[in-house]
């Protein structure tokens, strides 16, 4: 049975620890002892019990306050005081550096809650240990200076969450869309050199690549291009091979056909739109970025976003060897071809695919079979999302998410036209619904019991996101030159602050919201699928959007709602949770809690039913969400995915397939890697080997929109193993 210590790192359970600590509170008096030595036998077993009976590593200072706890109930409150004024003089030691054991535990790689924290980061590695060292000097700047210290004790007590305080200190956003079309065509400028626009499409793609690199090194948020501002320079490239082929065949003097020279183009063309595709892929999967990871990115593949039949045909032709190459794989470092993290591709289903008579319904079939095989890509729907996303104007426009699932609202700019690409959020709070439930439930039976805590919780979230937004405020240009100078995002002066870029809807920033599922079960008493608890979960998060639709009335800043993908922090609310409120069934009662609006990973429903209840909390996610289904091995059941895609088309907006895709370097396994539980701990295992070395072994599973490579703390590693099938 472990446990975690104060620095992070995980340790092995001691009974003998809590008994000598308790004597020694017991004996530090000149009087007679309060408790018996069999006294404090009884209290460090009866925590030794509670300890394993949680299913997960508790803190040490979780312990420590059931220590308290248990020696006043044996009524022995002077040795109580003593065990606490002990801690308090400890913790002030503690409190004059709160980074320096963070620090070395990183550096020696036996902090279990960082090694854990994000799925795609590899801790032993130099970049990323530099990029945690950093981060735990940002969150202690964060929460000394920089936040108000009821958003500090909020975010801690797992109230809120306040995202990304790793990089708070610094003047960073979150995610964006980058202007790949005005960076290729007009020019950019990469640390200090001059890029111009590229003469082919190979060219095109290694630049892009580049591009990626330094936005992601400049943001912490996830980035998203699209294929169609790639596609242009096909013709280019076709252009500039048809001049080359011609003039061989004029130096040898050759006569040619024009349907032979066609050919030949186009077979050289073909090859260069594979050289190119495969650069993109395979410099996203082996670039490092500053904050030690691949660039978080997203490729949009949107057939209807290229206007001119040529163009269009183009765009397909890079489509199509995007899917190929994604599903063939990545060689791992065995040469064994697995599923790579990133990038992330998404694929609009379209009136010109979504038919088995439709012009590229070929691609979709391609899309199907790279899902079953890579678990991407990810879909939207243009029919839905024309439906959702309307401008000022009445129009209706699709386009992608930035990075996993957070998307802009509908803009229109000063000539009158829609604009996407350029635009970026500016961070990201999330209420934890759980805890606002179980807060008033705890204080009253009345459900305007809620509201009232609903209502003074979005205030502390308000206050926390003007934190956000004010601590962009005033951001020279110059704090990334890339973004804000040179095109991914704008392409202001030297000097220049970006606080224009912060109203008026160019940016957004993110009310998160999780655990709608729990907090609608904790009031109502019934699920999210039943009537009633629908009904109340669409009631609650319409009152989150009118608190947004309030603020960005009074502060022309564009607040909008937006489905968390908790990943580390689904174990912190959890804990957090249980600590304020012990163990609730069907509330508290697991180690994570829901992400956003999604109904719970143990719900026999099937993935149908699923999506078509979910598209209408998606529906009032405006600022981002996402949807998934659960499914097995589809490999040989090709026909089945593609109904799911059908039903997608017609019914929600953004959504997913989760499948699995893992590798045994051991034995070779190429199955499913199973959690199995050793000792209180979720561990991987191997089932045909039995292996359960990590470094041995390749396991891609979704983990809240992406996929994760890295593994998972123990609670997201719960929630994996708890998932059911869907289909």
Not at 56 to 73: F, G, K, N, P
Not at 282 to 301: D, E, I, K, R, S
Not at 311 to 325: H, M, N, P, S, Y
Not at 407 to 424: A, C, H, I, W
Request: proline fraction near 3%; charge should be negative.
């Amino acid at each position: 049975m472990k446990i975690i210590k104060r620095n992070g790192s995980e340790a092995e359970f001691d009974r003998i620890k809590i008994k000598k600590a308790i004597e020694g509170a017991n004996a530090a008096t000149s009087g007679q002892k309060e408790l018996t030595d069999r006294q404090i036998d009884y209290i460090s077993l009866v925590i030794e019990d509670y300890c394993r009976d949680i299913g997960r590593a508790m803190s040490v200072e979780e312990i420590q306050e059931l220590v308290e706890t248990h020696i006043i109930l044996q009524g022995a409150p002077e040795t109580a005081k003593r065990y606490i004024r002990y801690r308090f003089t400890r913790n002030l030691a503690r409190v004059a550096n709160t980074t320096d054991n963070q620090i070395l535990s990183l550096i020696e790689c036996n902090n279990e809650e960082v090694k854990q924290e994000n799925s795609n980061k590899n801790p032993t590695v130099n970049s990323v240990q530099r990029d945690y060292m950093a981060g735990e000097v940002s969150k202690d700047i964060t929460r000394r200076i920089l936040l108000p210290q009821d958003i500090v004790d909020a975010h801690e007590a797992g109230i809120i969450h306040f995202h990304d305080a790793d990089y708070f200190a610094q003047h960073m956003h979150n995610c964006d869309l980058v202007n790949l079309e005005d960076m290729l065509q007009n020019g950019t400028v990469i640390s200090g050199t001059m890029i111009e626009k590229p003469h082919s499409f190979s060219t095109a793609c290694n630049i892009a690549t580049q591009i990626i690199a330094q936005v992601a090194s400049n943001q912490y948020g996830g980035q998203s291009i699209s294929l169609t501002h790639l596609a242009p320079f096909v013709q280019i490239s076709r252009e500039k091979i048809r001049r080359q082929v011609e003039a061989e065949f004029a130096e040898a003097e050759i006569e040619i056909s024009e349907e032979k020279l066609t050919k030949i183009v186009e077979t050289r063309l073909l090859d260069e739109i594979k050289r190119g595709v495969q650069t993109i892929q395979y410099q996203v999967v082996t670039l490092l970025t500053t904050n030690g990871q691949a660039p978080f990115v997203t490729v949009f593949m949107y057939l209807n976003e290229a206007k001119e039949p040529g163009l269009k045909r183009d765009l397909a032709l890079i489509i199509e060897e995007v899917l190929r190459q994604r599903c063939e794989g990545v060689k791992n470092e065995a040469g064994v071809l697995v599923t790579p993290a990133f990038p992330k591709l998404i694929y609009v289903l379209e009136e010109d695919n979504i038919k088995e008579d439709s012009p590229y319904w070929y691609l979709t079939e391609l899309a199907a079979k790279c899902t079953a095989k890579r678990m991407v890509p990810d879909y939207i729907s243009e029919k839905i999302m024309l439906e959702l996303k309307k401008d000022k104007n009445g129009e209706g426009h699709c386009y992608t998410c930035m990075g996993c699932r957070s998307f802009l609202t509908p803009y229109v700019d000063e000539n009158g036209k829609p604009k996407y690409y350029g635009r970026f959020n500016q961070g990201v709070v999330t209420i934890n619904l759980v805890d606002v439930a179980c807060t008033a439930r705890a204080e009253s039976k009345d459900e305007k019991k809620f509201w009232e805590v609903l209502e003074e919780r979005l205030e502390l979230c308000h206050r926390a996101l003007q934190c956000r937004h004010e601590r962009l405020e005033g951001t020279l240009s110059d704090a990334a030159p890339i973004l804000w100078q040179y095109g991914a995002i704008a392409r202001l002066p030297k000097g220049k602050p970006i606080t224009e870029l912060l109203h008026g809807g160019y940016s957004t920033i993110s009310l998160g919201f999780a655990g709608l599922w729990e907090c609608v079960y904790a009031i109502t008493g019934k699920k999210l699928t039943e009537k009633e608890g629908e009904e109340f979960g669409i009631k609650v998060l319409e009152a989150l959007n009118a608190a947004c639709r309030k603020w960005k009335e009074a502060e022309n800043i564009d607040y909008s709602l937006y489905g968390t993908p908790l990943e580390s922090t689904t174990y912190k609310f959890a804990k957090c949770l249980q600590k304020r409120f012990g163990k609730i069934s069907g509330v508290t009662d697991k180690n994570y809690i829901t992400n956003s609006y999604h109904v719970h990973v143990t719900e026999d429903i099937d993935a149908f039913s699923k999506l078509a209840l979910e598209s209408k909390f998606q529906a009032l996610s405006p600022g981002g969400a996402i949807s998934y289904v659960e499914v097995p091995n589809m490999q040989d059941n090709i026909p089945a995915v593609l109904n799911v895609m059908k039903f997608i088309y017609d019914n929600i907006m953004y959504a997913e397939l989760n499948t699995k895709s893992d590798y045994c370097q051991v034995c070779g396994y190429d199955g499913e890697i199973l959690i199995k539980e050793d000792d209180g701990k979720l561990v991987w295992e191997c089932p045909n080997c039995k292996n359960r070395d990590q470094a041995k072994m390749n396991v891609a599973r979704r983990t809240c929109g992406y996929i994760g490579s890295q593994y998972w703390n123990q609670g997201r590693t719960q929630e994996i193993k708890e998932r059911v099938l869907h289909l």
